[in-house]
């Protein structure tokens, strides 16, 4: 039986899955949820090189703060009714700017190694 309770890092995994299980197992013991992040794939192929999984507050909320652009003086109304406005992405008010996240890499024996924790 492994310590979870400490830093991940050397933890190897065969699969992406089995590392998001222990980091699972991990946060359960601490008190967080965990959401899949980042992935970095080998070029030219399906391989993926790198992948990060973060706690699930990570972020900012969006407080419906808009930025106000300048209308273009050129734009014509009939232009301006055909452009589609797009609608901020709506973020959970439970995101916090956590920082909680870990990070694994492929290495040379073909296993995904917890790097950063």
């Given at each position: 039986?492994?310590?979870?309770?400490g830093?991940?890092?050397?933890?190897?995994?065969?699969?992406?899955?089995e590392?998001?299980?222990?980091?699972?197992?991990?946060?359960?013991l601490?008190?967080?949820?965990?959401?899949?992040?980042?992935i970095?794939?080998?070029?030219?192929?399906?391989?993926?090189?790198?992948?990060?999984?973060?706690?699930?507050?990570?972020?900012?909320?969006n407080?419906?703060?808009?930025?106000?652009?300048?209308?273009n003086?050129?734009?014509?109304t009939?232009?301006?009714t055909?452009?589609?406005?797009?609608?901020?992405?709506?973020?959970?008010?439970?995101?916090?700017?956590?920082?909680?996240?870990?990070?694994?890499?492929?290495?040379n024996?073909?296993?995904?190694?917890?790097?950063?924790?």
């Amino acid at each position: 039986e492994e310590d979870l309770s400490g830093s991940l890092i050397g933890f190897t995994r065969a699969t992406l899955d089995e590392i998001y299980d222990l980091y699972c197992q991990h946060v359960f013991l601490v008190g967080f949820s965990v959401r899949k992040s980042t992935i970095r794939v080998k070029q030219g192929t399906d391989i993926i090189t790198k992948k990060q999984f973060l706690c699930s507050t990570v972020g900012k909320t969006n407080h419906g703060k808009k930025e106000k652009k300048e209308k273009n003086s050129q734009t014509t109304t009939k232009e301006s009714t055909k452009k589609k406005t797009r609608r901020k992405r709506r973020v959970a008010i439970t995101r916090t700017e956590c920082c909680a996240l870990i990070r694994t890499k492929l290495n040379n024996q073909r296993q995904y190694e917890i790097i950063h924790h």
